[in-house]
């Protein structure tokens, strides 16, 4: 890619390389000089761990797919190999069990952000899109992990959750039985999750690439949402942003390992260590906490939409909710022309801001919702109301609120440059 | 000569130069399409899965009142054999308002014996209903435990997020005590 004009390189070896495929010269360009924004605050540190957290997948993945069957007699058996027999195997399938729950919130936190500073909005809309299109890519990849030890939680996530696209009029039932090469979740069913579980993590990397790239164009977005205008607002990514983003990994991974290490187990469910057996659904199903938000707002269509007072019927409960829950991942795609208000930062935008955090609470209230049960009522009022009226909340979010407040909200004025806000908050 | 033809008459050569690549792209899209299908028909199910299709049930040792579970494709079937008060309250029933109306006489062979594939319609889970102690939901049939399906002694779905009636598999009564289903 950077081609033309190269500065050597003193080591004969690096240079050697370098003047056949310039890479040296690309990283220097990339990662060393690359000028950065000098006000970054912690935020700023989540899309490098969600990067750490991507390899340690990959890496944990690969080793224990040497040791994993995925048949459907076998798969439950192997992993408990894995888990009691397998030299340091108990570990590495802790290790990607409670990877994916700390990858999520990464991601989760990483989106937050982009939310938050506005990092979505022009000239970054393609960058956005990369990363929407990267969650969903995880939440397949993570869903279709969760079948492979063969569950009985596994298990019968997978059954609801394909069956959403048997919802789907006339061509559904034939779907389905696509998805499962056969009548029910059953072994070909396993086969081909496995298949794709371990391809797509490499799609993903690959995504990456392609969203880092956009980045190097636009360059990076930060805390203030004003671009910088020359040298005075930037410092180069190394040594500032490695060393900052080395700590807060470090901070993060320490997390990681004493959920790891100490309470492997927080983010499962009993049901998770039980063998599947297609002929008895647990009591009581939930899918993994990062879902349920989503699961919540797929419960949450309860009624038919039709012409009121007729038994006419367009979209019956099944596929309505089946629609709001991909509605509820697919509208983000969607936000930078929800939101073409020129201020990028909340900071600056009050009103923002508030619509904003409230939506982050209700996303929450979706996911306490999403883990009872479907019938539950707390404090006497029946949880499928809250889930309706958050779900009514998180897309009004974006197709009403977002967009009335792009065309009124007048915001607070913004600083003239990044370094003036720096220094002037260092004098205060 | 095409090409001094397209020289002399420049608007003519574009268009046939045009004509040539569109219709080379539309073989080419066309020729990628065939060749996928076999790679998504790949996913269907495979011959011996079809194979697997028919299963023979023996009824002797049902009781009156009582249920069981067995497997046609992978999937549970229940058998029930109903009481008389659950076959009068099926009957009764065939007039409520029903989200998915259906006569109990048209989902059963033999009004004692009620055949029903034992997945929900709404997102696939067993519901519960077939051993003494379950529960079988407010209207003497079966509970979906997953978001709430109420289902009657005929099958029929009566409250909850589930679209359609428990389905009814294709089956015969090979002899008066032994079905074939499938
Ligand atoms: C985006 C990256 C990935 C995510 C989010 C992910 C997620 C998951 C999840 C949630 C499970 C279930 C863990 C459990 O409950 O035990 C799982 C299992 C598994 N994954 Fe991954 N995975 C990723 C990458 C990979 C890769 C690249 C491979 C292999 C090359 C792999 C191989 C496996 C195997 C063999 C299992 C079954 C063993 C087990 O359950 O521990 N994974 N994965
Ligand atoms: S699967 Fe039975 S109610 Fe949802």
């Avoid at chain 1, 700590?247 to 469910?269: D, E, K, M, Q, R």
């Avoid at chain 1, 508030?354 to 049960?373: H, K, N, P, R």
Wanted: proline fraction near 7%; include cysteine.
């Amino acid at each position: 890619m950077a081609s033309g004009k190269r500065e050597p390189f003193d080591n004969a070896f690096v240079e050697w390389v370098d003047s056949r495929l310039p890479i040296f010269t690309l990283m220097v360009k990339e990662y060393r000089a690359f000028p950065t924004p000098k006000n970054f605050n912690y935020f700023w540190n989540f899309g490098a761990i969600a990067m750490v957290m991507l390899v340690l997948m990959i890496v944990t993945g690969i080793v224990l797919a040497m040791h994993y069957t995925p048949h459907a007699t076998m798969a439950f058996n192997s992993v408990e190999r894995i888990m009691r027999d397998v030299n340091w195997g108990w570990m590495l399938r802790y290790m990607h069990m409670n990877g994916a729950s700390f990858f999520f919130i990464a991601v989760y936190i990483h989106i937050f952000r982009g939310m938050y500073y506005g990092s979505y909005k022009k000239p970054r809309e393609l960058l956005w899109i990369f990363g929407v299109l990267i969650f969903l890519l995880m939440m397949a990849t993570a869903f279709m992990g969760y079948t492979l030890p063969w569950s009985q939680m596994g298990g019968w996530a997978a059954t609801v959750i394909t069956n959403l696209f048997s919802a789907i009029p006339l061509v559904g039932e034939k779907l389905v039985a696509l998805l499962w090469g056969g009548f029910s979740v059953d072994n070909p069913t396993l086969n081909r999750f496995f298949s794709l579980h371990y391809l797509l993590p490499f799609v993903i990397l690959g995504v990456v690439v392609l969203h880092v790239w956009a980045l190097h164009v636009t360059g990076s977005n930060n805390p203030l949402g004003i671009e910088p205008n020359g040298p005075q607002d930037t410092v180069p990514f190394h040594p500032y942003y490695t060393a900052k983003d080395t700590f807060g990994l470090s901070v993060f991974l320490i997390l990681y390992v004493v959920v790891t290490f100490w309470f492997p187990n927080v983010f499962a469910h009993p049901d998770h260590f039980v063998q599947y057996d297609s002929m008895v659904t647990p009591p009581h199903i939930v899918p993994e906490w990062y879902f349920l938000p989503y699961y919540a707002i797929l419960r949450s269509i309860t009624f038919d939409i039709g012409i009121p007072f007729t038994d006419i019927v367009f979209i019956n409960a099944k596929f309505g909710g089946v629609i709001a829950m991909f509605g509820a991942v697919i509208v983000l795609f969607f936000l930078p022309w929800f939101d073409s208000h020129p201020v990028r930062s909340a900071r600056f935008r009050p009103w923002y801001k508030i619509a904003l955090l409230a939506l982050a609470l209700d996303f929450i209230l979706l996911g306490y919702v999403g883990m009872e049960t479907a019938d539950a009522v707390k404090f006497g009022i029946p949880l499928v109301y809250v889930g309706q009226i958050c779900t009514l909340y998180y897309f009004a979010f974006f197709v009403a609120i977002v967009p009335w407040l792009s065309k009124n909200e007048k915001a607070l004025p913004l600083p003239k440059s990044i370094n003036d806000a720096v220094l002037a908050a260092k004098g205060a | 000569m095409t090409s001094t033809a397209a020289n002399q008459n420049k608007d003519d050569g574009e268009t046939r130069r045009e004509f040539l690549f569109l219709s080379a792209g539309a073989m080419g899209a066309i020729g990628a399409g065939i060749l996928a299908w076999p790679f998504v028909d790949s996913l269907n199910p495979a011959a011996d899965t079809l194979a697997m299709a028919t299963t023979e049930v023996d009824l002797t040792p049902i009781q009156v009142g009582q249920a069981i579970t067995v497997v046609w494709r992978g999937k549970p079937v229940f058998i029930r054999r109903r009481t008389s008060e659950e076959i009068a309250k099926a009957e009764k029933d065939d007039n409520a308002d029903l989200r998915d109306p259906q006569k109990d006489s048209a989902r059963v062979k033999n009004p004692e014996w009620l055949v029903l594939v034992g997945v929900c319609t709404h997102l696939g889970c067993v519901p519960l209903g077939q051993k003494g102690n379950d529960p079988k939901g407010e209207y003497g049939g079966w509970f979906c435990p997953c978001h709430g399906s109420h289902y009657d002694s005929s099958g029929r779905i009566r409250r909850g997020p589930a679209p359609k009636n428990l389905a009814v598999p294709p089956y015969e009564f090979v002899s008066d005590t032994l079905i074939k289903i499938g």
